[in-house]
């Protein structure tokens, strides 16, 4: 169902309030307390509060959560105080946003259906910029992913983050590309691999993500049930809120504003940021909801779901039911397709090596 005209202009109005009343006079300086991070989880309650009703309300204690994440990096990705100020009054208009996505070698072939999909389904209709980020290719997957991608191709720059970024299943890096590329762009697509477009027009969604500032997948199980109490514990949010249907991190639009800096991007990329916010130990233990099926009777803490944990957590506390403006339309658009592999870009390149060495045969032999 469409958002109706009179629910976006109301959103938006809010927005446009929040802007001019609340943020651009607040100090959003991150501190760095001292306390330790608590990693037990939290006790099941058969009833809790309520959320405050006001987006305001709700707003405000997010841009309360407190993170122990050096100011250095706050910089890096214009997430401190001057580089918001700079990054909102950088507004490009553009209402088609770049695709952006990341790979490591155990989602090569994954990657390589992602790519082909979108040659096909997306860049046929729209002339999109798309940038990939290289997580932990080999060289050689490197070279055929650069050749016939049409992309951007990045190494995505572990060192100038701390340590625990490096752990891939910990899904840290994700916020921060999203993050890095919107110092850029001020609107982007992100897709995870498994996403596959069905070919249908975009036009519509690429609009009301533009309007709402942010469109993301809706998700499955209950956030409670997905998220480990180190992450409640580290933002100082209560699970029993949060007895909600996740949102999906699998594909998000979001456009870079004054709201999404502040109230979205800040904290979810400042809990990545810090150790035992989004990721702790042991994420192989704690990632897999299906293997931890036996413990589907306890509504709490069965698995974590690290960035996807995370963002549902910022969604819930801001929009808390009303929602409905946020999801794509699951069906319509798009669809998730794990482990559907490909070796369209391998045949491309080794096609035309072969070309290649054919042509250089035929010099030679001139």
Known sequence: MRIPCERRHETLQRYQNIQTATLNTADMSITNPSHAVQDENVTFRESCGTFPKSL???????????????????RFLKLDVDGIENLKKRILGKTIPVIATAVSSNHFREIQSLIENIHENVMKTFDMKFILYDIGLTEPEAKII????????????????????????????????IQLVLIEYDFIMWVDASIRFHGNVLDSLFKEAYETEIKILPGGGSI??????FTFNALGEDPCFFRRKEYSASCILIRRTNFTLHGILKPWVSCALQYGCMTSDNVEKIIDCRRNGLLSDVPLH?????????????????????????LIKY???????????????????????????????????S
């Open 146 to 177: 650069q050749k016939n991608c049409r992309c951007d191709y990045r190494k995505f720059p572990f060192h100038k983050f701390p340590d625990h970024v490096r752990i891939l299943r910990g899904y840290t890096w994700k916020p921060i590309i």
């Open 302 to 326: 069965r698995c974590h779901r690290f960035d996807q944990s995370v963002i549902s957590i910022l969604l819930t506390r801001l929009f808390n039911d009303n929602n409905d403006f946020l």
């Open 224 to 229: 409670a049930d997905r998220t480990y109490g």
């Open 56 to 74: 305001e309300e709700n707003l405000k204690i997010v841009t309360d959560y407190r993170f122990n994440v050096p100011l250095d990096y706050q």
């Open 331 to 365: 069906k319509e658009y798009l669809s998730k397709k794990r482990r559907l592999t490909s070796d369209y870009l391998e045949k491309l390149y080794y096609s035309d090596l072969s070309e290649r060495k054919s042509n250089e045969a035929s010099l030679t032999d």
